[in-house]
């Protein structure tokens, strides 16, 4: 089985959260949508009113460190915030192809247009890097869509 590189806990955990919704200007990683805007229009989805927080998600999956144990930089990147969006609830389903989080594809860095808030610039850029380790990665497992 896979090591999974969770996120810190803790006050060091809600350090590392603040941060990642501080570079995202607090609205999700997907669709761009805050706090205040999910909870005045919540929708049923897949006949369940589903309750709207917080989720972060690892860009390039945590559980890749295993096949790359002896790339200490990427150890690194998987457990920054640089490998982290936070997303609804909501779009976290869908993210995991409604549910699949092992088996689903994995969604690629541009997926999520609103990682730096409404900085497209900053966006790409930060995409390009992600990118740039999964061009490293040979893991068969691993699935893009």
């Given at each position: 089985?896979?090591?999974?590189?969770?996120?810190?806990?803790?006050?060091?955990?809600?350090?590392?959260?603040?941060?990642?919704?501080?570079?995202?200007?607090w609205q999700?990683?997907?669709?761009?949508?805050?706090?205040?805007?999910?909870?005045?229009?919540?929708?049923?989805?897949?006949?369940?009113?589903?309750?709207?927080?917080?989720?972060?998600?690892?860009?390039?999956p945590s559980?890749?460190?295993?096949?790359?144990?002896?790339?200490?930089?990427?150890?690194?990147?998987?457990k920054s915030?640089?490998?982290?969006?936070?997303?609804?609830?909501?779009?976290?389903?869908?993210?995991?192809?409604?549910?699949?989080?092992?088996?689903?594809?994995?969604?690629?860095?541009?997926?999520?247009?609103?990682?730096?808030?409404?900085?497209?610039?900053?966006?790409?850029?930060?995409?390009?890097?992600?990118?740039?380790?999964?061009?490293?990665?040979?893991?068969?497992?691993?699935?893009?869509?």
């Open positions: 089985m896979a090591t999974r590189y969770e996120f810190p806990k803790g006050k060091a955990g809600e350090t590392f959260r603040n941060m990642v919704l501080k570079r995202q200007d999700c990683a997907v669709k761009g949508c805050s706090q205040a805007d999910a909870q005045s229009n919540r929708r049923p989805m897949a006949g369940k009113r589903m309750r709207w927080e917080w989720d972060f998600h690892h860009v390039v559980q890749l460190g295993d096949a790359n144990q002896k790339n200490a930089a990427f150890l690194s990147f998987l915030e640089n490998n982290c969006v936070a997303i609804c609830s909501v779009c976290h389903n869908r993210v995991h192809a409604d549910g699949r989080t092992r088996s689903g594809p994995v969604p690629p860095a541009t997926y999520y247009p609103f990682s730096h808030g409404g900085n497209h610039g900053m966006h790409v850029v930060w995409a390009r890097k992600v990118d740039k380790w999964w061009d490293q990665i040979t893991y068969p497992a691993a699935r893009r869509l």
